[in-house]
């Protein structure tokens, strides 16, 4: 059956859901209703019965949603219930960070392939991945079966990278690159502009 067309609004709230309910199983808490999720995520209760509604008729009336569950639907919805090679370009500080983090990661999203333009920076290991050169980008995401890619290259090199990304197959971008990049509607691309967000709570200080 065709997965449903939801908003972009409904998949960025699924992983706040899936990370609270991932909480409440390490603590052993089998159920939990709508109203405590609600409640804890500062969310109405009725938009998180519409969100999963969306998918399938989850919770029980009286009782809730079961915790493991719903965590395994919610996996399932995002498709990371099946492992999800990652490729990042650009080994710089930023690079270096995440794909430390990602080597602690639980999930099955994994950066399985790290490519920089300085060629004293390859052979070198970030986390047990070898830094390689940008010209073994598209027959590396091809064998490996890359689909995701994240760039923290400068401003100046994010669109070029972007496009052999795009050529070689990749079919969604995190950005980090202060800089806005272009791609085909089939692409999607997410711009993680950290500078933005900090001028942004700039204007709640005191």
Same mark, same amino acid.
Do not use: C, W
């Given at each position: ?10 998949v ?17 808490v ?66 270096? %960070? @995440?794909? *430390? ?10 950066? !399985?392939? &790290?490519?920089? #333009? $300085? ?11 070898v ?20 760039i923290t ?10 496009d ?7 079919? %969604? @971008?995190? *950005? ?10 089939? !692409?999607? &691309?997410?711009? #993680? $502009? ?13």
């Open positions: 059956m065709k997965a449903p067309k939801i908003s972009e609004a409904v960025r709230r699924l992983p706040i859901y899936l990370r609270y309910l991932s909480n409440l199983q390490q603590m052993q089998r159920t939990v209703s709508s109203q405590q999720m609600g409640k804890t995520l500062d969310i109405n209760p009725a938009q998180i019965r519409k969100d999963l509604s969306t998918f399938g008729d989850f919770g029980k009336k009286g009782i809730g949603y079961d915790v493991d569950y719903l965590i395994d639907k919610i996996r399932h919805i995002l498709k990371i219930d099946q492992q999800i090679n990652v490729a990042l370009v650009g080994a710089g500080n930023l690079g270096q %960070a @995440i794909s *430390n983090y990602n080597a602690y990661l639980k999930d099955n999203m994994r950066i !399985v392939a &790290i490519f920089d #333009a $300085d060629p004293a920076k390859h052979g070198n290991e970030i986390a047990g991945t830094i390689q050169p940008i010209d073994e980008i598209e027959e590396t995401i091809k064998t490996r079966q890359i689909r995701l890619a994240i290259v400068p401003a100046g090199a994010a669109q070029l990278v972007a052999q990304l795009i050529d070689a197959g990749i079919e %969604a @971008i995190l *950005n980090f690159a202060p800089v806005s990049i272009k791609t085909s509607k089939n !692409v999607k &691309i997410d711009h #993680a $502009d950290v500078t933005s967000s900090l001028q942004s709570l700039a204007y709640y200080l005191n």
